[in-house]
């Protein structure tokens, strides 16, 4: 009897060791007696609404639709910049590159222009300033970098014909605020 009952102290006195404590410790604060966690929390960003920072709500609610269309393909075309740039790099051979460079424009016309038809020409303007914002540079430095200065030259004065502008630059504090308010709304899955 005093075996097993040995036996019994020691599998129980076992188990209580074998237990894996499975909490969490935190640092926490004592306040008025009582025991608070301290958290690091993330930093969020509290904007207006958009309809406030624009005069005419009606105009805002349609600047709202235009970015919300044209911001994805601001993004495509700054991965698609990327690779013009990783194939520029690995080209041989200045005919090589401009083979490769050509592939990707015909690419990406078959891909895009149907969609880029269909685009008003506030949105195509909405457009060229988030490709500037996405990018670094304006339309027509993109052209002129990877397609040369003649064809760059002939995009702006096509441009400039149907009243836009290729070399439109991007002000996220100024004159397209409203836009960067969006597009940052977007990009924090807040709309």
Known sequence: M????????????????????????????????????????????????????????????RLVIDVKKVYPYA????????????????????????????????????QFTADIENMTYS???????????QTGASSYDLVKELRGGLRAVFYQTLARLVGADLKIGYDPTGEDKAIEDIVVKIENGTL
């Open 2 to 61: 005093k075996k097993l009952l040995l036996i019994l102290f020691l599998l129980l006195s076992a188990g209580a060791y074998a237990q894996v404590d499975s909490g969490y410790v935190l640092p926490a604060k004592v306040i008025d007696g009582d025991t608070v966690p301290l958290l690091v929390l993330e930093a969020v960003t509290i904007t207006p609404p958009v309809a406030v920072t624009t005069p005419v709500p009606i105009q805002n609610n």
């Open 123 to 133: 949105q195509g303007k909405i457009l060229l300033k988030l490709i500037y914002r």
């Open 75 to 110: 993004v495509i075309a700054q991965v698609k910049l990327q690779e013009a740039n990783d194939i520029v790099a690995q080209a041989k051979t200045p005919a090589e590159k401009k083979k490769k460079l050509k592939q990707v424009e015909d690419d990406m016309k078959k």
